[in-house]
């Protein structure tokens, strides 16, 4: 055991040393913000910058009135001939012509939007949804119900959601934080055994290939050396992930401040009031939506999922990364690799897709439930269910059978790595690492 | 006391045998050579005596006690193959696997330092490996394979990679590992190399050992019971003890004449029979260098 610390200490140092962890410790929190935050400065200013579009109407019902918005200005073309109108259009260099006939209010069709250049899907459906509108309101008017009355049917409603837990003590839940925290947690777990579960791989055959390995077996065991390699980069995955958290956590509190926000639920009321234009909400009063949120954001148990993501990861990681050690030891190059690489990645593949198509949609679904306890894909998939809450029962089980998993693999995997690491230039397929598991060293 | 005691050790690979009841022993403080053509089993019975592999039958005892975990810490074993970490600095290299055989980090520091003085290479220290040429790792690797001071070391083909400089220096150190104690054992198919050195011979050939034997034994063994007589004036004649096997003329009457002498006479009689009849210049036993012994069994081996 002693030994293996020794290798834990080297594999973690030389990692955490480079300069290139470092770089990408610090810069991940900072990048992915900053390019987001890009994307969504210059679409919205794009936005507010863009010129309004003008659109031809050639109204030969009489009965459509629009009127100038934020995106469009309208111009009602006077002439009585659509063959005329589209002539005089072409002349312009107007993004739309949209003829709208004399229609039967029962049945109104034939409408057509002419454009020089392709328009937009989301053009298109405004202009549908306004026609369509318009109608509607021409309709009720004809049976009888006065645009105020219409107006005032517009409703607006929002559903706070409640959990009511066996002591009949009441919890906010928002199935928003709760999707985000089970999304961002399990594909941290699905990224950090990829990139660090190469690593393993990688340091193999790197021990493999330079000979240093009989220097490193004449002085402690193959299962020492690889259960210190796992560990010690697991530790690294671990310290990566601490240093996020920390510099996430400070950042958020440095944009609180400089913008004089000391209460977080302050901030998000004016984020509502900015957003208000945009949404179609009409007052602040009406957004019990993200009150709801903020709620939920105080009461979510950081603490528990802390320790399950931990526990996971970890789980996960060994699970796999002595796998991915197995594989490093079996072949003489990275590319040699790519072959036994397939039946490792398929199931932690399918896991983040479960996570994403139906884990997190319907956490309490029976797929779910076995996703969550079946140890190849528990450690993505748990993710997705523990923020919103699962029996204890389950996760007992899952957690041992992940202990039960990971014992497995590891002594699966270290049974063909002690054979694998010593033999060079031998062409390995399936069948010789049959072999090599069943050998008797 | 022998420090190494293997007794029928025998492994055998899915497809061939690579040791069958391997028995010998090597005494303390001595050079011990282990030898035999490529593919003999050298290497795995290193690595069954190193704990990498296991064998399928037979025991080892090391001082008298068998095998077991710890005895790796009083072995230094330089695999065949050297490698060390291509990225890893010389002095944090030599440390860790100071480290995995049991040493603390700091006795570590002290002899590492002794070490690359006494090979003048102390500035050596935070440099990278991949930074030293081939004869310089070399060094390094040998260091690190007596840094833990082990009461037995392995070195497998220890002279390979070596310039003739390098190699008498390690060959310096050896000598000297062995007055302070230390047991060597050499693996080698390069007699040449270790003629010189070893005390006692092992020659291993198809998973078979094949001879056994201290250096002197063997030669005596496998000497020839011939004489090469440097003299003047050609031999013509010789009483019928001696057999005349071939005769060089050197120069003008000056002769060299390989002569055999029946078993149990002494080359006195010889040099007593000669001196009547010519003048002698020079008379010296012609012994067979190990190499020409190692060739001689392992073809007649192969060809059985």
């Not at chain 1, 030969?60 to 109108?85: C, M, P, Q, W």
């Not at chain 2, 004489?227 to 001696?242: D, E, P, R, Y």
Request: aromatic letters at 10%.
């Amino acid at each position: 055991m002693n030994k293996t610390l020794i290798v834990i200490k080297r594999e973690y140092l030389i990692r955490v040393k480079k300069k290139s962890f470092l770089l990408t410790t610090i810069l991940t929190p900072l990048l992915i913000p900053a390019i987001l935050g890009a994307i969504i400065y210059f679409a919205v200013k794009e936005k507010d910058s863009a010129e309004k579009q003008v659109i031809e109407i050639l109204d030969k019902s009489g009965k459509i009135n629009f009127d100038g918005s934020s995106r469009y200005n309208y111009v009602y073309v006077k002439t009585v001939d659509l063959e005329s109108a589209k002539l005089a259009f072409q002349e312009t260099d107007h993004k739309a012509l949209l003829y709208i006939p004399p229609f039967d209010l029962d049945n109104p069709k034939g409408f057509i939007i002419y454009s020089q250049s392709n328009i937009s899907l989301s053009m298109l459906s405004d202009f549908k949804k306004g026609v369509e509108g318009k109608i509607e309101t021409l309709k009720l008017e004809a049976s009888g119900i006065d645009s105020a009355t219409v107006a005032n049917l517009r409703t607006n409603i929002t559903i706070r959601s409640v959990n009511l837990s066996k002591s009949g003590e009441e919890k906010a839940s928002s199935a928003g934080v709760t999707f985000g925290i089970g999304y961002v947690t399990g594909f941290m777990i699905y990224l950090l055994i990829f990139v660090y579960g190469a690593q393993i791989m990688q340091s193999v055959i790197e021990e493999k290939n330079s000979r240093v390995v009989e220097v490193l077996i004449s002085s402690i065991k193959p299962f020492q050396l690889m259960m210190g390699k796992v560990l010690g980069i697991a530790a690294v995955g671990l310290t990566q992930l601490l240093i996020w958290f920390i510099l996430i956590t400070a950042l958020i509190m440095a944009v609180l401040s400089f913008f004089g926000i000391s209460n977080p639920s302050d901030m998000a009321v004016n984020e509502i009031m900015q957003n208000i234009p945009e949404s179609g909400m009409t007052a602040a009063s009406n957004n019990p939506e993200i009150q709801n949120m903020i709620e939920v954001m105080y009461d979510i148990p950081y603490g528990f999922i802390i320790f399950t993501f931990i526990f996971y990861f970890i789980g996960g990681f060994l699970l796999y990364g002595a796998l991915f050690a197995a594989v490093g030891s079996a072949v003489d190059s990275p590319s040699e690799a790519q072959q036994f690489m397939i039946p490792i990645t398929i199931p932690i593949i399918i896991a983040f897709i479960g996570l994403s198509v139906f884990i997190l949609e319907d956490p309490d679904s029976t797929i779910s439930f076995w996703f969550s306890v079946i140890p190849f894909t528990s450690p993505i998939a748990m993710m997705g269910r523990v923020a919103f809450g699962i029996p204890a029962w389950q996760l007992i089980v899952s957690m041992l059978s992940l202990i039960a998993g990971f014992v497995f693999t590891i002594w699966f995997a270290s049974r063909i790595y002690r054979v694998g690491i010593l033999l060079h230039g031998t062409k390995v397929n399936y069948k010789v690492l049959a072999k090599w598991f069943l050998m008797n060293n | 006391m022998d420090i190494l005691q293997v007794e029928q050790i025998s492994k055998r690979y899915s497809n061939h045998q690579a040791l069958t009841d391997i028995t010998l022993s090597v005494q303390k403080q001595s050079i011990f050579g282990l030898l035999g053509p490529n593919g003999a089993g050298k290497t795995t019975l290193i690595r069954i005596i190193n704990q990498i592999i296991n064998s399928d039958s037979g025991t080892i005892f090391i001082e008298g006690k068998k095998l077991k975990p710890d005895h790796i810490e009083i072995i230094g074993y330089l695999p065949e193959e050297r490698g060390l970490y291509k990225k890893m600095k010389v002095g944090e290299q030599l440390i860790y696997f100071a480290e995995l055989k049991g040493l603390s980090p700091t006795v570590a520091k002290q002899r590492i330092k002794a070490w690359l003085k006494k090979f003048d290479i102390l500035d050596w220290w935070n440099k990278k490996l991949e930074d030293l040429s081939k004869g310089m790792a070399q060094k390094i690797q040998f260091i690190c394979t007596v840094l833990h001071e082990p009461r037995l070391l392995i070195l497998d083909e220890p002279f390979t990679g070596f310039d003739p400089v390098n190699a008498d220096l390690i060959k310096n150190e050896i000598l000297e590992l062995r007055e302070n104690g230390t047991t060597i054992i050499f693996s080698t198919h390069r007699m040449e190399s270790v003629e010189e050195l070893c005390d006692h011979i092992v020659l291993i050939n198809h998973s078979r050992k094949i001879l056994d034997g201290t250096k002197k034994e063997i030669k005596d063994k496998f000497k020839s019971h011939t004489f090469t007589v440097t003299h003047k004036g050609a031999i013509t004649s010789l009483n019928g003890n001696f057999e005349l096997i071939k005769q060089i003329n050197l120069e003008l009457d000056k002769f060299d004449t390989t002569i055999k002498i029946a078993p149990g006479v002494s080359p006195n009689e010889l040099l007593k029979s000669l001196v009547n009849n010519t003048e002698v210049y020079g008379f010296s036993e012609n012994i067979p260098s190990m190499n020409d012994i190692f060739i001689s069994i392992v073809k007649e081996e192969n060809n059985e």
